[in-house]
């Protein structure tokens, strides 16, 4: 365990550097989401913890994002390094709740050439001390997790979910302030398919990773380390992978386009975190029922609070048919891992 005493004189010290975006965050965070952060109670309202909050807003804003992934070590013969995959654009992150100890962040994406539009992103959500971590197991399933006592004091988990509020992954670990950076560094853990492998190929079944998050003078990076694992038998690592996405501050771009859509579906959004909360909640574990890519349940969710925005439905009728939506695809009884795996495509060579 590091010294987090010295590492928060480490962080202030820092001075012009990183301390100031996070010192700046919780009134730039307030300006931008209407959230006021509570008062901690008094048995977490100690520098350590205040330093960790100030970080996690400090991911809040608006941001011009790059989106960097680059295979580097294959580990499978006759696997080639697949080409790099760049992306970018434009993203609105926002606190929607906060009450000291849990914080949760929305992002949405902001897209499109001459005519603009929202895509509403992941969601990260970070829990102080926590008793348990919702994580991936594969095959589009999901446990939660005890978290030990002695692996909780003073650390985080973050849960990911994905556009439709479906879990993706969690981890805990703490936030340290080593060499006047702010970052959360957790354990490998398994997270399912990324969207553009999932689209797009075939040839493995889930990602070990680990992922990094790291406060910066001009915003935040999200650093990932990837192992693509096959799932057929025993393990596999096919390929590793680097992943580095950038959140640099930027408002030169339509933010109502986010903000707008986030203020007509927010409550539908709210009542389908709240069902998938009670799914998690009642069932230990779970699975969504489809194989690999989850568009039939994600397209119908992503519709109806289009739908909304769109002065199409109300948010009580929407809400209502969402839950009929995730009910036809949510089982508790998620069988061998096997069964859930969709099927796969080797890699030409001496096999796997």
């Known amino acids: 365990m590091l010294n987090r005493n010295a590492s928060l004189i480490s962080l202030l010290a820092l001075g012009a550097a990183c301390l100031p ?7 730039r965070t307030e300006a931008v989401t209407g959230v006021t952060a509570p008062v901690a109670e008094a048995d977490i309202a100690d520098a350590d913890f205040e330093a960790d909050r100030e970080a996690i807003l400090a991911m809040a804003g608006d ?12 580990f499978v013969p006759g696997y080639e390094l697949k080409p790099q995959k760049l992306s970018g654009g434009y ?10 100890d ?17 895509i509403k992103h992941w969601r990260q959500d970070w829990q102080y001390e926590p008793d348990s971590v919702l994580v991936f197991i594969g095959g589009n399933a999901w446990e939660t997790r005890a978290v030990p006592e002695a692996e909780r004091k003073g ?40 969207r553009r492998d999932m689209t797009t190929r075939d040839d493995y079944h ?20 990837n192992d693509k694992l096959i799932l057929a038998g025993a393990p596999q690592i096919l390929v590793r992978e680097v992943g580095v996405n950038t959140y640099r501050h930027n408002s030169d771009f339509d933010v109502s386009t986010a903000t707008d859509y986030w203020d007509a579906t927010a409550d539908y959004w709210a009542e389908v975190r709240a069902e998938w909360a009670r799914i998690a909640r009642e069932n230990p574990r779970f699975a969504i029922t489809l194989k690999g890519e989850t568009e039939d349940l ?24 969402a ?30």
């Open 21 to 27: 975006a996070c010192t700046a965050t919780q009134a």
């Open 63 to 74: 941001y011009k994002v790059t989106f960097d992934f680059t295979e580097t070590v294959p």
């Open 91 to 100: 993203e609105v992150v926002r606190v929607i709740e906060d009450t000291g």
């Open 102 to 118: 849990f914080i949760s962040l929305q992002h949405i994406l902001v897209v499109g050439k001459d005519e603009k539009f929202p």
């Open 155 to 194: 650390n985080w988990s973050q849960t990911v979910y994905q556009v439709d509020d479906a879990p993706r992954y969690g981890a805990v670990s703490e936030w340290t302030y080593e060499d006047g950076i702010a970052e959360w560094t957790p354990p490998h853990e398994w997270r399912p398919l990324p």
């Open 206 to 225: 889930a990602v070990d990773a680990v992922n990094r998050h790291v406060i910066t003078p001009w915003g935040w990076v999200h650093e990932q380390d």
């Open 298 to 321: 994600y397209m119908p969710l992503l519709n109806l609070a289009g739908d909304i925005a769109d002065g199409k439905t109300d948010t009580a009728s929407a809400a209502e048919e």
């Open 323 to 352: 839950r009929a939506v995730m009910a036809k695809y949510i089982t508790s009884d998620i069988g061998a891992l096997a069964d859930r795996l969709r099927p796969s495509t080797p890699v030409d060579g001496d096999g796997y």
